[in-house]
């Protein structure tokens, strides 16, 4: 991870937001490259759920939405989630995450090492005096080693003989009493609150020049409720027939409580979400083909199989709306996350809107003439975690003459460079005037790039570690024969092609 988000601020794909100010937790930018990745994204995701589709049509509905939408949507009353404050250091940690970053956390990793090694009371004494000090100085182990180790002999013993599961005996070195489990804190090892407090996830903000008597709006935590509440809009304007669905990408806000793994998991994001509207009947059915379709999209784009999973929900997991979920998750760095939900979520929100509206939201079949709520399908994705997924997927690291060669094996769709156009010679001027024309050229097709800032080692290095699928280099020969180096960026192969025919030849091979 730490090589991506380097590689992401080094080439210009992501920047820490407002980085001169020193950044803002959780906000990132898009560079030049990023630009053009994200935009690769959500193009390939409109061509294929809108334009390759019959069934589908768009939206682009505001950010801003009447208030009532979010008490109709059950976002004022449920979208939260409860977390605990550390009393020592103040950090906040979603009760339903804790153990997962107490287990990731530094104090945790270098105990868990320290304890391969050995698992008596005089090493762990070490430790608490020496790395514990320094990385959870409010632990009670390491405030009072030598109590704590006298309370938990017996654990530890256990431990050893592997009675006692770490999180168990974690929970014990935490502990101020003896034979008491506690959660420590996965920033200083402070005994967490048992208890959390439920924080509302929506940002607000206010419609008005004078707060005071302004209009509270939210900042739309989902894209999906601008969809249904322009269901009959939609309907009334192009007489769509169950089923059909309705897409659209947009930011979304949420004031998570913890924020981290780079653009995973962040404050302002962008979704791609679909609501398919079909019977009851097949609302089964339609889930099924949309979970199967979304997860050959990713495949598509050229994602690896073996990193991607589906996982249904358990009932406790559901969100208040859904029936039923599963999650197409994707192996990242840090463990198999979600990457895109695709719920089903009945008849709800119609239902809902049409009660605090009232407004009749209902659909007539034609034929019989029978009015109902169609039942909702949802694939919702994020485009931040789908760009990073892309990323992680497409970083290769190679070696070739005794070198390292990073390259992005980026699908055709989604590479934010077709081709770079590079002069052989810089000073040359009969070079540069015809690998200018070249590129200016291409770039009325593909995405391309024009570099004569080194040498063209150092030239193709570049291009391969973000991305570019082809160079087109333009030497002295090219000038007499009309030809240029056509060198491909996975396999590194190298042809000569003529001039006149480049255009169709990177046409056939990107087959865009
Ligand atoms: N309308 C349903 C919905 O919003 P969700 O599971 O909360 O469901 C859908 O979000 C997708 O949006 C997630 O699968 C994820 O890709 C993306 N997403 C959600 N919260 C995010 C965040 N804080 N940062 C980046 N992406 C996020």
Avoid at 279 to 294: L, S
Avoid at 400 to 429: I, M, Q
Avoid at 468 to 496: I, K
């Amino acid at each position: 991870m730490e090589k991506i988000v380097s590689l992401c601020k080094r080439r210009g794909f992501i920047f820490p937001s407002s980085e001169i100010y020193g950044g803002l937790a959780s906000a990132w930018d898009y560079g030049p490259l990023g630009a053009e990745l994200k935009r690769n994204v959500k193009s390939a995701w409109w061509s294929t759920v809108v334009h390759q589709r019959d069934d589908m049509v768009g939206l682009d509905a505001s950010i801003l939405m009447h208030p009532r939408t979010w008490e109709a949507s059950g976002h004022v009353s449920s979208f939260s989630d409860p977390f605990v404050q550390c009393p020592s250091c103040q950090r906040h940690f979603r009760l339903d995450k804790v153990w997962d970053e107490i287990e990731s956390s530094p104090w945790v990793v270098s105990l868990r090492e320290a304890m391969s090694v050995d698992a008596d009371s005089s090493y762990l004494l070490h430790w608490a005096r020496t790395e514990g000090k320094k990385l959870a100085p409010n632990l009670s182990l390491v405030k009072e080693p030598e109590v704590t180790l006298s309370w938990i002999a017996d654990s530890l013993s256990a431990f050893g003989q592997h009675k006692v599961n770490f999180k168990d005996f974690l929970s014990r070195l935490a502990a101020r009493q003896s034979g008491i489990a506690q959660t420590p804190c996965p920033q200083c090892g402070a005994i967490l609150p048992e208890e959390g407090v439920a924080a509302n996830l929506m940002l607000k903000t206010f419609l008005g020049p004078v707060e005071q008597t302004a209009e509270k709006v939210y900042l739309r935590p989902e894209t999906a409720q601008g969809i249904f509440v322009n269901f009959k809009s939609v309907l009334d304007a192009t007489h769509r027939r169950l089923p059909f669905g309705i897409a659209q990408i947009g930011k979304a806000f949420r004031n998570e409580v913890t924020t981290k793994n780079f653009i995973f998991r962040m404050r302002e994001f962008e979704q791609m979400e679909i609501e398919y509207f079909t019977t009851k009947q097949d609302a089964e059915d339609c889930h099924r083909r949309w979970i199967e379709d979304r997860l050959n999209w990713y495949l598509n784009m050229g994602v690896r199989k073996e990193n991607l999973r589906v996982r249904p929900h358990a009932k406790d997991e559901l969100a208040h709306y859904a029936a039923a979920c599963t999650d197409i998750e994707y192996n990242f760095p840090f463990g198999w996350s979600e990457l895109e939900g695709i719920a089903n979520r009945t008849d709800y929100d119609l239902k809902q809107h049409a009660k605090f509206s009232g407004q009749d939201l209902q659909y007539q079949d034609l034929t019989t003439g029978a009015k109902f709520y169609p039942y909702v399908i949802e694939p919702s994705g994020g485009v931040d975690r789908a760009t990073l997924a892309f990323l992680v997927d497409a970083y290769h690291e190679e070696i070739v003459k005794d070198r390292t060669r990073v390259v992005l094996r980026f699908s055709k769709e989604l590479a934010p460079v077709k081709a770079a156009v590079l002069p052989l010679l810089k000073k040359n001027d009969g070079i540069v005037t015809l690998a200018k024309r070249i590129k200016n050229d291409l770039q009325k097709e593909f995405a391309c790039v024009y570099d004569d800032t080194a040498a063209i080692g150092k030239l193709y290095r570049r291009q391969d570690e973000v991305g570019t699928f082809y160079c087109v280099t333009v030497d002295v020969e090219s000038l007499e024969d009309g030809q240029v180096t056509v060198r491909d960026r996975d396999t590194m192969a190298q042809e000569r092609i003529s001039v006149d025919r480049l255009k169709e030849y990177l046409r056939e091979k990107l087959a865009l």
